[in-house]
């Protein structure tokens, strides 16, 4: 116990000093909800939590190749590769510490040191890791144990993961339902009452209660505002009523207020709860560091200080590390391990530590260590066994009595499926226009379908329509349920994070979905039928009816469960989608419809008996042609016409299951020719239920088994053509590292000043500034549905070279808003007031002679650090300068931000890639290779970044201001260090008002004084940065209405007077920078050139893309080549012929879904920054795009001509053969084309996704496949068939396959009669193969009886019934399919033309 009284008597010293700071407005509520709980009977849950020894092992991998489509082949190089094991990388080596109920640690570390590894391993999240040695105790559970209350030791990540569509009401009481204890306390009316109390507590206490009824929101949906995005998460985190909480960097995001609230109401919950309270934070303000008891700080996993906060910063400055006046405590501790940044205090130059194994060495040897591992014995105390029994009582008694005794949750099953149907129907609801878009392409497809197949005759012309249109309803319904693969992996993080803390079982998310599916899926299939159904003329009878209705529900919801369960059972979206789009070929090709099941091949017919769609089809062909008698008609009446009426001497053919001799086909036996039969109608019903609880329950399963994603530290990736000198380099610098013997620790303060003449030399190459810019009275609107808003409310300023601005206010105060107005960024509302520079208006070329870094870092992934910045060099230096010049001068920026160790790794995604403080140098840089020549605007470069990184970006930027750059910056949260780097201020109120605008002054004494004047003085320790946002919006505003106060102050007066003198004083003079005259630095076809290579070279590394295109390829054309192998000459055959070419065309879908995601990727860096800063046209990106996939396609032509075209037995012949290949090479064309077009004008990629199905569906429609031309109503016939690109290419394919080639009917095959009295054959039939048979082959003319008639004598004769009249028409069709890939990819121009937008100018 002595250790515990030692630290509460210190607590209480303190809580002396600091009382009226730490004292949290709601901490009387939260003293009362405890007293009510005791009161209750129900016990305290207090834990704890103590680690020693405690390491962790990933595998190491510092630096990946990143192959291309050439050297993944490489085999030699793989194996050789291959031996060596990767090796293992400590990212936590031997940590310690105790943290018991009631207290706080802060856990500080610089990114990369492991900070996030520890508090995971505290949360007991351990399995994405590869080696975890070492003991952790929750009170005297051990891991193991503890796994039971995964809700009760919660983490809450950096990353926010929320359903976007959900408001922050719904996403609350989502997790307050799934908190309510079995026993509630007493005095509360019922549980619903008490999780209402909970909620409104929980929204109150992060001030966000206002956010109820907005929608989260994401990148892509608007929604709530960043920093109460954060404030949902965190109090979701608290709505699980946990006993151990890790957070991680919560504050990312919040101004500094908000940040001081979350710390104090952290502080009154653990106190007055027990809870035990890890942290970990970026830019710590001292007045949070202040509320912490324990601080751990970690130096790339080692352990250089564990101890009481007190102690930490008198522990640091005996060894000789000085903390500079005002500096963030926080900051110093992690700076200390950082070479550049240490300040060593006189006299210790030769002493202090100079790396973390010096420093853990120190700390090991101090009196403080063995003090702190006392504590380590507290999970064998009586006290914590005691605690311990205590928490397990208190979580029985609040868990639903059904519930097992290790289950994690808290309210019953059923509970938890009621709550997830709900959330499910808001989640449907809130995202309306994907609903909607779903339900009218619905209507659409059914109306056209069922003109596509109007009034189908009752006779054998009706045979191939009737079943044709069956098979849609099927094909429709399925395809609409693929997008349920995209859908898994949206979800996937929430449900992830949900289940970890204990939230619900994945069964119930699973059983929830399914219940939601199931009245969207009535509603799709009612549409769909009472349209189809009626218009087709399918059997009118009402029993028809309703079987055809309930066999599609059956069918559609078959199909969404099947595709749900692809897509849990795949761990990566790009596997799931390879795989769904295959299982569709499939399914469809063995359904029954395009192979009849007699005449599948024994090796893949199996398939048939495990496709849900072709029990569903028998089923639908046996209800519709049970018990009907089916004349025949046409071409399967032999012989008819003009004196054959006698029905005596005529018979069917080519019709399945005609007797020979009759002239009409029983519907039973034509179904028994498919093997089919009425009895099996509700037998398949039930088989397909069958099929449904099987999908359902691997989707149960898979979701089960989810795990996040594997953690291997951060990775840098190596393009493969580049490793070589990559290699070189990381050699050259090991050698100089043992020669001069230095570790990295050496270089301290006074080294500093032997480099700082080195670096003056790169400073005269860079890029001097003379111009003013200048903004007067500037008010921005926007239209909302409420009335017009104003963003900006006249306000007023200036940047001069040689100056570094500061643009503050709260979140939501305009900073981002005022950026994008001045530097031309916006394209909708109205903006009035002057915008000025040197005292004239804005020249053509201000846009790129600007430089904009915004706030979100828009990279291309696969290009390397060197590439990105001489892209935008030679792109946007002016037009004047001789390349090398525009690429040296690349090289000064890479040194002057210190990325030559980067220079040659791939930019990548977070996570696989540069880290975020990497890529915001990158994009620093993108801008300063332009070579701005009038200023640069930065969007909150510092957010995200840990403190060494933030003050290492904002001393960049006072070094650029230093050579007479003029930049203005916005910033969040910014430390007394940070702040007093800058020249001037403009603070921002919420609605655009102006506080301030003027000097900072040295210390910022300038403006304290301001606010002193006006009632407001800043307190000494505090931060003045700080202090002002809570003047201005927070807790210190007094009331007052501060844009007034400014605007009656002298101060106001005397900037006005300045803004005016600057501009005449600019206009007199001759201008600072002169204007070309071109809105592009670079002619087009220079860009062209650019910005293909970049395209190209992105592409060739892209190998997971291309590969998957490949593997689409030869996957679908083995699979169509085997399934109809070497194709016969019978009649039926000529269908066979017909279909294998048929499902070539099927090959786009699923590459166009793949090929959608990446454009629109790369349209949106386009839009969100290349073409903001003209960088290059849009007709150069559409141009890079296009040009750069060809020489792939080209490549998916010959691998799918080779798979496919000689395992049909198709012609030999070369200009056969040669006619198809080309014909298939164009066709690649026309689909990518088609897939862009609809990317380039697509919102976004779900978007995109729906459009697909609707206009390949309407050609496939139309392409004279499904309904022959002469049956196709006459509505569609002269437009949309002659219009359509598949039908050409169908022709084209059919013509070089089929003509003249002979056929041989088979034994049953043959309309077989009698001549009328005993005339022979020939003289029979005279007329008619003169007239209407003449493509009919007599076998017997001799024969007196029995006369055998085969349909057709050639393959011309049956091209001759679907519209191909001579062999020319073959090559006419296959020029008609070039013209229509020129048109589609004169689309893709068309439709980006009408997306882009002009920006608005000030007016």
């Known amino acids: 116990m002595g250790a515990q009284g030692d630290s509460s008597s210190a607590a209480s010293t303190r809580e002396e000093n600091t009382v009226d700071n730490r004292q949290w407005s709601l901490q009387p509520k939260v003293e009362a909800m405890k007293e009510r709980e005791q009161n209750s009977g129900i016990p305290p849950r207090e834990l704890g939590v103590t680690w020693k020894d405690l390491t962790v092992q990933v595998i190491s991998s510092d630096a990946a190749i990143q192959e291309n489509v050439l050297s993944q082949f490489n085999i030699p190089k793989k194996i050789q590769e291959s031996k060596h094991r990767p090796p293992l990388k400590t990212i936590l080596d031997s940590s310690h510490g105790c943290v018991k109920p009631g207290e706080m640690l802060l856990v500080l570390g610089r990114p990369g040191s492991g900070c996030t590894t520890l508090l995971n391993l505290l949360a007991n999240k351990r399995?994405?890791?590869?080696?975890?040695?070492?003991?952790?105790?929750?009170g005297s559970m051990d891991a193991k144990e503890a796994h039971k209350y995964r809700g009760q030791i919660v983490m809450n990540n950096e990353e926010e993961v929320f359903f976007p569509t959900l408001t922050v009401g719904q996403t609350m009481d989502f997790a307050t339902r799934l908190n309510i204890p079995y026993k509630i306390p007493d005095g509360v009316a019922s549980p619903e009452e008490y999780r209402k109390e909970n909620m409104d507590f929980l929204l109150e206490a992060m001030g966000i209660s206002h956010t109820t009824n907005t929608k989260v929101g994401n990148e892509y949906v608007r929604g709530v505002s960043g920093g109460e995005?954060?404030?949902?998460?965190?109090?979701?985190?608290?709505?699980?009523?946990?006993?151990?909480?890790?957070?991680?960097n919560s504050t990312r995001g919040l101004d500094a207020s908000t940040a001081l609230e979350w710390a104090k109401c952290l502080r009154a919950m653990t106190d007055v709860t027990g809870l035990s309270t890890i942290v970990t934070l970026y830019q710590a303000s001292n007045g949070i560091y202040d509320l912490f008891d324990k601080v751990l700080v970690l130096d790339y996993?080692?352990?250089?200080?564990?101890?009481?906060?007190?102690e930490a910063r008198p522990f640091m400055e005996a060894l000789g590390f000085?903390?500079?006046?005002?500096?963030?405590v926080a900051d110093y501790l992690?700076?200390?391990?950082?070479?550049?940044?240490?300040?060593v205090r006189p006299g210790f130059e030769k002493t202090f530590p100079r790396n973390a194994d010096q420093l853990r060495d120190i700390y090991q040897k101090s009196e403080l260590y063995p003090r702190m591992a006392a504590e380590y014995s507290y999970p064998t105390s009586e006290e914590a066994r005691e605690r311990t029994r205590q928490f397990e009582e208190s979580v029985a008694v609040e868990k639903n009595k059904h519930l097992g005794k290790n289950s994690p949750f808290t309210v019953s099953f059923f509970q938890q499926v009621k709550a997830c149907i709900a959330r499910q129907y808001q989640i449907v609801l809130g995202d309306k226009p994907t609903f909607f878009i779903k339900q009218g392409s619905t209507l659409g497809q059914a109306l056209i379908a069922g003109s596509l197949f109007y009034n189908a005759p009752d006779n054998s012309a009706g045979l191939f329509v009737k079943s044709g249109a069956l098979f849609y309803s099927l094909l429709h319904n399925s395809l609409m349920s693929m997008s349920e693969v995209i859908d898994s992996f949206s979800g996937r993080p929430v449900l992830l994070k949900q289940k970890g803390m204990g939230f619900f079982h994945p069964a119930a998310f699973c059983l929830a979905q399914v219940a939601a599916d199931i009245p969207v899926i009535i509603l799709q299939v009612s549409v769909w039928s009472i349209i189809l159904y009626f218009m087709v003329a399918l059997n009118m009878d009402a029993g028809a009816w309703f079987t055809y209705w309930i066999l599609l529900i059956a069918a559609s919801m078959t199909m969404t469960a099947f595709f749900r369960a692809i897509g849990a059972s795949f761990r990566t979206f790009d596997d799931a989608s390879k795989v769904s789009g295959f299982m569709i070929s499939a399914l469809i090709m063995y359904n029954g419809f395009q192979i009849q099941k007699p005449k599948m091949h024994p090796w893949l017919g199996w398939i048939y008996w495990i496709n849900p769609m072709a029990y569903a089809f028998d089923a639908l062909l046996s209800n519709e042609f049970h018990g009907t008698t089916i004349p025949c008609v046409g071409v399967n009446l032999v012989p008819n016409g003009p004196g054959y009426t006698d029905l005596e001497h005529q018979s069917c053919a080519g019709v399945g299951g005609a007797i020979q001799g009759e002239n009409m086909v029983y519907g039973d036996n034509y179904l028994k020719s498919l093997s089919y039969s009425h009895s099996h109608v509700w037998r398949n019903f039930g088989i397909l239920w069958a099929w449904w609880a099987l999908f359902v329950g691997i989707t149960i399963v898979a979701t089960t088994k989810w795990r996040p994603l594997s953690e291997g530290g951060p990775s840098l990736l190596i393009p493969r053509e580049n490793a070589k000198h990559v290699h070189a380099k990381a050699i050259q610098t090991i050698d100089e590292e043992k020669a001069g013997g230095s570790s990295s620790g050496e270089e301290t303060v006074y080294d500093k000043e032997a480099s700082a003449g080195e670096a003056k030399d790169t400073d005269k190459d860079l890029v001097r500034n003379t111009s003013v810019f200048t903004w007067k009275n500037l008010t921005y609107t926007v239209k909302t549905p409420t009335g017009d808003r104003v963003l900006l409310d006249n306000v007023q300023g200036w940047v001069k070279p040689g100056m570094l601005g500061a643009l503050m206010g709260s979140s939501g105060a305009g900073k981002t808003t005022l950026l994008d107005v001045l530097a031309q960024r916006k394209t909708e509302g109205t903006i009035q007031g002057s915008i000025l520079v040197d005292g004239r208006p804005l020249p053509v070329s201000f846009q790129r002679s600007a430089g904009y870094c915004e706030q979100l870092d828009v990279h291309e992934p696969y290009s390397t650090v060197r590439?990105?910045?001489?892209?935008?060099?030679?792109?946007?230096?002016?037009?004047?300068v001789p390349r090398e010049e525009k690429l040296k001068y690349v090289d000064t920026i890479i040194d002057l931000l210190e990325l030559h160790d980067l220079a040659d790794t791939l930019i990548g995604r977070v996570g696989a890639g540069l880290s975020v403080e990497q890529r915001k140098r990158v994009t620093i840089g993108v801008e300063l290779v332009a070579k701005p020549s009038i200023l640069i605007f930065l969007d909150e470069p510092t957010s995200g970044l840990d403190g060494q990184s933030a003050f290492n970006t904002v001393r960049f930027l006072r070094k650029l201001a230093d050579i007479g750059q003029a930049v203005l910056v916005t910033i969040h949260q910014p430390s007394q260090q940070l702040f007093a780097q800058f020249d001037t201020l403009l603070l921002l109120a919420k609605g655009g008002k102006t506080v301030y605008f003027g000097e900072i002054?040295?210390?910022?004494?300038?403006?304290?004084?301001?606010?002193?004047?006006?009632?407001?003085p800043c307190p000494d320790e505090t931060n003045p940065a700080e202090h002002m946002i809570d003047v201005v919006s927070g807790a210190l505003s007094k009331d007052k209405d501060w844009n007034q106060v400014w605007l009656s102050s002298p101060e106001h007066k005397a900037v006005e007077e300045e803004l005016d003198h600057i501009v005449a004083d600019a206009a007199s003079k001759p201008p600072g920078t002169q204007d070309d005259g071109h809105e592009f630095a670079t002619p087009l076809w220079e860009q062209l050139k650019i910005v293909t290579h970049r395209n190209n070279v992105s592409l060739y590394r892209n190998t997971g893309y291309l590969n998957n295109k490949f593997a689409l390829h030869v996957g679908s054309a083995l699979f169509n080549g085997f399934s109809f192998?070497?194709?016969?000459?019978r009649v039926s055959d000529l269908q066979m012929r017909l279909f294998t070419i048929f499902n070539f065309i099927f090959v786009a879908p699923g590459v166009i879904a793949q090929l959608q995601p990446l454009f629109i990727e790369r349209r949106q860096i386009f839009e969100a920054r290349e073409k903001k800063s003209k960088m290059y046209s849009w007709i150069a990106f559409v141009t890079g795009l296009i040009v750069s996939e060809l020489p792939y396609l080209c490549v998916c032509a010959v691998l799918y001509f080779v798979c496919w075209y000689y395992t049909t037995g198709a012609p030999h012949a070369s200009s056969r053969a040669g006619g198809t290949f080309f014909v298939m090479l164009m066709y690649e064309f026309v689909y990518t084309g088609i897939g862009q077009f609809i990317a380039a004008y697509a919102p976004n990629a779900i978007f995109a996704a729906l459009a697909n199905p609707f206009v390949i569906g309407i050609l496939v429609s139309f392409c004279g496949v499904l309904v022959p031309y002469s049956q196709i109503q006459v509505f569609w016939r002269y437009w949309i068939y002659y219009a359509n690109p598949f039908n050409y290419l169908m022709g084209s394919m059919l013509v070089f396959n089929l003509w003249d080639k002979k056929i041989e009917c088979a034994d049953k095959e043959f309309a077989i009669f009698n001549p009328p009295n005993g005339t022979t054959c020939a003289e029979y039939l005279k007329d008619y193969m003169m007239g209407m048979g003449q493509a009919t082959n007599l076998i017997n003319p001799e024969a007196t009886e029995g006369c055998r008639v085969c349909q057709y004598t050639t393959g011309s004769d049956y091209l001759r019934t679907i519209n191909l009249k001579s062999y020319s028409y073959g090559w006419r069709d296959a020029g008609l399919v070039v013209v229509f890939a020129v048109s589609s990819y004169s689309m893709v121009y068309a439709l980006m033309k009408l997306r882009t937008k002009t920006s608005k100018k000030a007016e």
């Open 229 to 248: 995005r954060k404030r949902v998460s965190i109090i979701e985190c608290m709505a699980s009523r946990g006993s151990v909480f890790c957070w991680d």
């Open 322 to 328: 000085q903390c500079q006046e005002g500096a963030n």
């Open 1125 to 1129: 192998w070497m194709v016969g000459d």
């Open 1001 to 1016: 002054g040295d210390n910022a004494q300038t403006i304290k004084d301001y606010f002193a004047k006006y009632g407001a």
């Open 301 to 310: 996993g080692k352990e250089v200080y564990y101890g009481p906060m007190k």
């Open 334 to 343: 992690t700076g200390i391990t950082v070479p550049t940044e240490r300040v």
């Open 127 to 138: 399995e994405s890791y590869r080696s975890v040695t070492g003991d952790v105790h929750y």
């Open 867 to 880: 590439e990105a910045l001489e892209f935008s060099a030679l792109l946007r230096q002016p037009r004047e």
